[in-house]
């Protein structure tokens, strides 16, 4: 008994342990076969996605045809508003019929593949993943939430061929420029194997696939279009501002359907770009008005709702990986550069870019392209890893910058003579005098009693 007992006081009892635990763990880890782990689907996501769906579509109709209508004269105002609503709709369905699947399918590193034409193999059980492994949304929802910056994009466009162009010549470019730009760009930047999301390109909610391209179409369109008549010679003020300051609201509020919905999940990581959001838009509409009692003596409510959507546009790429005082500098900065280049850049090209699509839209993207580069640095507040280098991420960004004005330039300007071939790009100059509102569509904004 007592050899016993002096036996087991020499034991290490915690070594026992840990080994009995082991060669447990060893025989029944011979016998238990590797379970996949099912994805996860979360009611939250869903109904957060359905939201920012709604936003966006939101953006377009009203949003976008209220702000571009309330910048023409009133003889174009329906024009505005049905060119819009049109186009946005039409991309819309080409967006289920093939753009999906070219833009967010497999393909190349250039365009995505023909194996969702109309949507096929699309089921109400199939899934679309998020930024989170194991996390999934209904790919249906998925779908619908890209259709919409799809259609908001080339919606955009119509902006810079105001007051002249043909109500079917404008339809023919759409289809075109979707097809031949956005699509590429949007499968380099967003889909599986893209050039540019491979190489590091960042653009969290469309920089370069939504403003960057829209703003450089409207430019090409701008100078194969033409001026208008009259164009510097007659006054061609906006025939309602109040109208104008409603649609660049509604814009900024579906903005945040716009930026936070890209997170694709409702999670804390959907609050730094609806923060950024609000943050960058302030300061730039503060930097508008600025510049403008500086340049021109007196703030104006167009440059109000002009900085609006200049900050909007500039924080779009970076809304995700910026901190929040990285949002204000960038948007403070976008509001005093497109402010020169609504005025004295516009000068200087020489095209009668109606709407200023280039100026805000084109010239903010690049700049907000740039600039999350920059503000991305864990130094200044973003969220780039530990190894994350300024110059080389802003040389990718360049990159991105550079390839979406080719493509984009080009498509738009074969698209333009395409449609100008098939059935004419530009009215005649008696229905421009008489305003589009009713020799294209025959029916007046506002009727006098």
């Known amino acids: 008994m007592k050899f016993l007992t002096q036996t087991l006081k020499k034991l290490d009892f915690g070594k026992i342990i840990f080994l009995s635990t082991l060669c447990t763990t060893a025989v029944f880890a011979q016998d238990v076969p590797d379970v996949p782990v099912e994805p996860e689907m979360f009611k939250g996501d869903i109904a957060w996605m359905m939201t920012a769906t709604l936003l966006v579509t939101f953006m377009a109709v009203p949003g976008l045809a209220l702000f571009y209508g309330g910048l023409v004269r009133t003889k174009n105002m329906l024009s505005m508003l049905m060119q819009v609503t049109t186009v946005f709709s039409l991309i819309v369905v080409l967006w289920a019929i093939y753009g999906y699947s070219l833009a967010l399918t497999e393909g190349n590193p250039i365009i995505g593949g023909l194996s969702q034409l109309f949507l096929a193999g699309t089921s109400a059980d199939a899934t679309a993943g998020t930024f989170t492994d194991g996390i999934v949304l209904p790919e249906t929802i998925f779908i619908a939430f890209q259709?919409?910056?799809?259609?908001?994009?080339?919606?955009?466009?119509?902006?810079?061929?105001?007051?002249?162009?043909?109500?079917?010549?404008?339809?023919?470019?759409?289809?075109?420029?979707?097809?031949?730009?956005?699509?590429?760009?949007?499968?380099?930047?967003?889909?599986?194997?893209?050039?540019?999301?491979?190489?590091?390109?960042?653009?969290?909610?469309?920089?370069?696939?939504?403003h960057i391209n829209s703003g450089i179409a409207g430019l090409v369109a701008a100078y194969v279009l033409g001026k208008r008549i009259?164009?510097?010679?007659?006054?061609?003020?906006?025939?309602?501002?109040?109208?104008?300051?409603?649609?660049?609201?509604?814009?900024?509020?579906?903005?945040?359907?716009?930026?936070?919905?890209?997170?694709?999940?409702?999670?804390?990581?959907?609050?730094?770009?609806?923060?950024?959001?609000?943050?960058?838009?302030?300061?730039?509409?503060l930097a508008?008005?600025?510049?403008?009692?500086?340049?021109?003596?007196?703030?104006?409510?167009?440059?109000?709702?002009?900085?609006?959507?200049?900050?909007?546009?500039?924080?779009t790429p970076a809304c995700g990986s910026v901190g929040i005082m990285g949002a204000i500098i960038i948007g403070a900065i976008a509001g005093f550069v497109c402010l020169w280049a609504c005025t004295?850049?516009?000068?200087?090209?020489?095209?009668?870019?109606?709407?200023?699509?280039?100026?805000?839209?084109?010239?903010?993207?690049?700049?907000?392209?740039?600039?999350?580069?920059?503000?991305?640095?864990?130094?200044?507040?973003?969220?780039?890893?530990?190894?994350?280098?300024?110059?080389?991420?802003?040389?990718?960004?360049?990159?991105?910058?550079?390839?979406?004005?080719?493509?984009?330039?080009?498509?738009?300007?074969?698209?333009?003579?395409?449609?100008d071939l098939l059935v004419g790009i530009r009215v005649s100059e008696d229905d421009e005098r008489e305003g589009l509102d009713v020799t294209s569509h025959s029916e007046k904004a506002y009727t006098s009693h």
Request: hydrophobic share 50%.
């Open 288 to 315: 508008w008005t600025l510049g403008e009692s500086f340049t021109k003596g007196k703030p104006s409510m167009l440059g109000a709702a002009s900085g609006m959507i200049s900050g909007l546009v500039a924080i």
């Open 344 to 419: 004295g850049l516009k000068s200087l090209l020489g095209a009668d870019e109606s709407l200023d699509v280039f100026g805000i839209h084109g010239v903010g993207g690049i700049l907000g392209a740039i600039l999350t580069g920059v503000f991305t640095a864990p130094s200044l507040g973003g969220t780039g890893g530990s190894d994350f280098n300024i110059g080389s991420q802003v040389f990718i960004q360049l990159e991105a910058v550079i390839i979406t004005v080719i493509i984009s330039g080009v498509v738009a300007f074969i698209a333009l003579k395409v449609a």
């Open 147 to 210: 259709s919409t910056f799809a259609g908001l994009t080339c919606a955009l466009i119509v902006g810079s061929m105001a007051e002249r162009a043909k109500f079917a010549g404008v339809l023919i470019f759409a289809v075109i420029w979707f097809t031949f730009s956005y699509a590429p760009i949007c499968h380099m930047v967003w889909g599986p194997g893209g050039y540019l999301l491979d190489k590091g390109a960042l653009d969290f909610a469309g920089g370069t696939v939504v």
């Open 230 to 285: 009259g164009y510097g010679k007659e006054a061609m003020p906006p025939h309602s501002l109040p109208m104008t300051l409603i649609g660049a609201a509604i814009l900024w509020i579906g903005w945040f359907g716009f930026n936070a919905g890209s997170n694709l999940e409702a999670t804390s990581g959907a609050t730094l770009p609806f923060a950024n959001t609000l943050f960058a838009t302030c300061a730039a509409i």
